[in-house]
């Protein structure tokens, strides 16, 4: 059983810039999971924000996000983190990171294991 544990959420004013961390219980993390980025906002569906394959070859964003975050992983570490820069009020929802077997996508039913979510609030 895989766990992922996100942290790094908090409160930003519009503008500034946040880094979420997902870190993994498991050393095959490195091996075999690509490893996503999603987000709900209140009232509204979860949605893929980026991804980055197991050996970092291939990463994917969301068209709202393209240019403004940037996903990396430290296998070394069991770490994947998603730099926000940038960022704006619609960018607030709880932020969940997810790991798939060769996930080539940002749909949520290629993902089997998630992490609790932490909170991103864009507000001045």
């Known amino acids: 059983q895989l766990q992922l544990v996100e942290s790094g959420g908090g409160l930003v004013q519009p503008g500034g810039s946040l880094r979420l961390s997902c870190t993994a219980s498991s050393f095959a993390f490195s091996y075999y999971y690509t490893i996503g980025w999603f987000r709900q906002a209140p009232g509204k569906e979860r949605e893929g924000v980026s991804r980055i394959s197991s050996n970092s070859d291939s990463t994917n964003y969301a068209d709202s996000v393209k240019g403004r975050f940037t996903i990396s992983r430290d296998n070394a570490k069991n770490t994947v983190y998603l730099q926000m820069n940038s960022l704006k009020p619609e960018d607030t929802a709880v932020y969940y990171c997810?790991?798939?077997?060769?996930?080539?996508?940002?749909?949520?039913?290629?993902?089997?294991?998630w992490g609790q979510g932490t909170q991103v609030t864009v507000s001045s």
């Open positions: 997810a790991a798939g077997p060769n996930a080539w996508g940002l749909d949520p039913r290629l993902y089997n294991y």
